[in-house]
């Protein structure tokens, strides 16, 4: 086990090595005084980058985990800001379960089980191991840290000796179920939406002082123990590791192995071909870049439609999940009903989450600009003004769908909880929402415009366009902390949307048609 693990992480400083070479040399500049193989053949360039790739690679384990802690710490602050300790660990074991179901490593595609066991034939059950037992050491020892780090409590051994034997139940059963059904249980959506929409109920247990005691997660454990051990010997007996992933990373050997991202984007946005047939009836009356639209909008429908179904969905269960615990609970009601009423700007970030315009402005490239924009007509400022236009109003629709819940569903939670003294709150929440919503719908069709990100194979190449994307989330974050009447930022938000929807058509009109183009 150990000299495979050994090899695998060679394989992996080798790739490191030639692609940052290979990069290096796709500069101009670089290109030239670096001419032929000079920088392949150097051995100061190739320990320079093992070092870095070492670095960068610890740092990004340490970044990711310190992320994901830092969010559970999140989530524990809002929901039981007396004892944040109690709250956190509730929240990292509900957490852990997802985990247990959806974060398997086994089944999951990479360059380097393509490049291990595909390309050098490593035995693939020795690599399974290796890796089952780095991944699951390494998120033993990361957990361990970052939750002694905030609570300094034994409870922590309790919660991480959790984590560390249901990383073997949860790779054992996720295999059972691809042997079974030949899928992997991300993929089992009915399944994957139940448990998360559970979890993300349990998850609100401390709203009415419920948590997980550590006396239970220990009992839990003990019966884990014998399990994981069960689970870890079924695990060693499965023998066609080599043809599961021999098929699972064929998509990335033939995408040339870098390419799985763009793969994974082209797969989400691409139609079928039975939404490529549209009833003629729907485009009655429609002419010109009218017409264009709907034939795109109708053929995609099914990728357009089905998170923002997803997300209404969810949002419909929270809304109704809230109310019975209103009504069930009443000791829930003050802190819904303070919620509500003093921190409506939470509602920037959670519709910032629920809005659908980059899956659309991704299908939208994929399915028709990348090939449209090779006409020099598709750039004509009035033609991109006109669709520009147009896909606003559809993508808008599309986003209402989960947003006319929201704005229907909070003042009946306002109103069930206590209400409020400014009548005023029930008429600006839901406009408020809907501004919300329509603000991201243009916001993300115009970015898309004005920094057109993708090259021909749906990479993502503008770092622009991803800075402008990072920075709207930090902007959408910073609305939590953020306190003013509802009414007051509600008027506001609609003032503000107005306003962008204005510039927005100006920029598109006078900047798209030198920016809307295939990098």
């Known amino acids: 086990m150990i000299n495979t693990l050994k090899m695998s992480f060679k394989i992996d400083i080798t790739y490191a090595i030639n692609s940052f070479i290979y990069n290096i040399k796709r500069f101009p500049i670089l290109k030239d005084l670096f001419p032929g193989d000079s920088l392949y053949k150097s051995t100061k360039v190739k320990a320079f980058v093992r070092v870095l790739a070492l670095i960068l690679s610890t740092a990004r384990i340490i970044f990711f985990k310190a992320l994901y802690f830092w969010i559970i710490y999140l989530i524990a602050s809002a929901l039981t800001p007396k004892n944040i300790t109690t709250g956190l660990l509730h929240i990292y074991f509900i957490f852990t379960i997802i985990g247990l179901f959806f974060n398997n490593k086994v089944l999951t595609t990479s360059t380097k089980k393509y490049f291990s066991i595909v390309l050098f034939n490593m035995n693939a059950k020795e690599f399974m191991k290796a890796t089952l037992w780095i991944e699951a050491l390494i998120n033993l020892l990361t957990h361990s840290i970052f939750l002694w780090l905030v609570i300094q409590k034994p409870a922590v051994l309790v919660f991480t000796a959790f984590g560390f034997l249901g990383r073997f139940i949860g790779e054992r059963l996720n295999l059972w179920h691809y042997n079974k059904y030949k899928i992997s249980l991300t993929y089992n959506y009915p399944l994957y939406w139940t448990i998360v929409l559970i979890s993300f109920g349990l998850c609100l247990l401390p709203l009415i002082n419920i948590t997980v005691n550590p006396i239970i997660v220990g009992i839990i454990d003990v019966i884990f123990l014998p399990l994981a051990i069960i689970s870890y010997i079924g695990l060693m007996k499965i023998n ?280």
């Open 240 to 519: 066609n590791y080599k043809l599961i992933y021999k098929r699972l990373n064929t998509k990335v050997a033939a995408l040339n192995s870098n390419q799985a991202k763009e793969y994974s984007r082209q797969a989400m946005v691409d139609i079928k071909d039975k939404d490529k047939k549209i009833d003629e009836k729907k485009l009655k009356g429609k002419k010109g870049y009218d017409l264009f639209n709907t034939i795109f909008f109708e053929r995609h429908k099914e990728i357009l439609l089905r998170s923002a179904k997803m997300f209404a969905i969810i949002s419909f269960v929270v809304i109704v999940g809230m109310g019975i615990l209103i009504m069930l609970i009443p000791e829930s009601k003050v802190r819904i009903n303070d919620f509500l009423s003093n921190n409506i700007a939470w509602f920037v970030i959670i519709m910032y989450f629920i809005n659908r315009g980059s899956i659309i402005t991704q299908a939208m490239f994929y399915n028709c600009d990348h090939s449209m924009l090779t006409f020099n007509f598709y750039r004509n400022p009035k033609v991109i003004l006109n669709i520009f236009k147009t896909r606003v109003l559809t993508v808008s629709k599309v986003n209402l769908i989960p947003a006319a819940i929201i704005a229907l569903g909070v003042p009946v939670l306002l109103y069930l909880s206590g209400g409020t003294s400014n009548v005023m709150d029930y008429i600006s929440i839901p406009i408020f929402i809907i501004a919300l919503s329509i603000f991201f719908s243009i916001h993300y069709l115009v970015i898309y415009y004005l920094f057109q990100p993708y090259d021909k194979n749906m990479a993502m190449k503008s770092i622009t366009y991803s800075l402008i994307s990072a920075g709207t989330y930090l902007v959408a974050y910073s609305f939590t902390d953020f306190r003013m009447s509802t009414t007051a930022f509600s008027l506001i938000t609609i003032i503000a949307t107005i306003i962008y929807c204005i510039i927005a058509l100006i920029a598109v009109y006078k900047k798209a048609p030198v920016t809307f183009k295939i990098r």
